[in-house]
T-cell receptor, first 111, second 114 residues
């Protein structure tokens, strides 16, 4: 099992560009999550999907959209990237409200 | 939301036990205590969780105070691979939206000295 995979690993964008971060899990988990981590800080929840077909805002949703494509995949879209969105983005999944498994992260820089 | 307080950093010698404290004085009766750790340049990793009783697994032990206002993560023999940031997190037990969310603080950075 690959667990939680994220693509790309690194990305550099210019202000105003758009991009989609991809996340997939092969553990048959119901719930999936997107977090961001700024330097020296803990993770903050952007959006989550408790189950296939549902998505909800987390602590810092502004500037992001998500799509729960199917049970395996949960994508995060930045429509118009801003320097404040420079961060490391982590995807996670869990079996309903059980503990979460995290991916390796995507390091995003917005110039 | 109930919050946790952890020391910013701790040091331990290799192969010695480590006790990582966490205060959560405003914990509610329905909150689980979760611990995660984050190794350098990696995503967080689940370590252990508990509600009222002490818990053991292959990675660590979790000691929960009788009044549940504090807990301690115990690594029985620290290795260099245990150097990481350790997060103590309260998670709602109920079925509402909050039960899905993990709120990460800054955690405790554990350094292991060879």
């Amino acid at each position: 099992n690959a667990g939680v995979t994220q693509t790309p690993k690194f990305q550099v964008l210019k202000t105003g560009q758009s991009m989609t971060l991809q996340c997939a899990q092969d553990m048959n988990h119901n719930s999936m999550y997107w977090y961001r981590q700024d330097p020296g800080m803990g993770l903050r929840l952007i959006y989550y999907s408790a189950s296939e077909g549902t998505t909800d805002k987390g602590e810092v949703p502004n500037g992001y959209n998500v799509s729960r494509l199917n049970k395996r995949e949960f994508s995060l879209r930045l429509e118009s990237a801003a320097p404040s969105q420079t961060s490391v983005y982590f995807c996670a999944s869990s079996l309903l409200r059980e503990w979460q498994f995290f991916g390796p992260g995507t390091r995003l820089t917005v110039l | 939301d109930a919050k946790t307080t952890q020391p910013n950093s701790m040091e331990s010698n290799e192969e010695e036990p480590v006790h990582l404290p966490c205060n959560h004085s405003t914990i509610s009766g329905t909150d689980y205590i979760h611990w995660y750790r984050q190794l350098p340049s990696q995503g967080p990793e689940y370590v252990i969780h508990g509600l009222t009783s002490n818990v053991n697994n292959r990675m660590a032990s979790l000691a929960i105070a009788e009044d549940r206002k504090s807990s301690t993560l115990i690594l029985h023999r620290a290795t260099l691979r245990d150097a990481a940031v350790y997060y103590c997190i309260l998670r709602a037990r109920n079925s509402g939206a909050g039960s899905y969310q993990l709120t990460f603080g800054k955690g405790t950075k554990l350094s292991v000295i060879p």
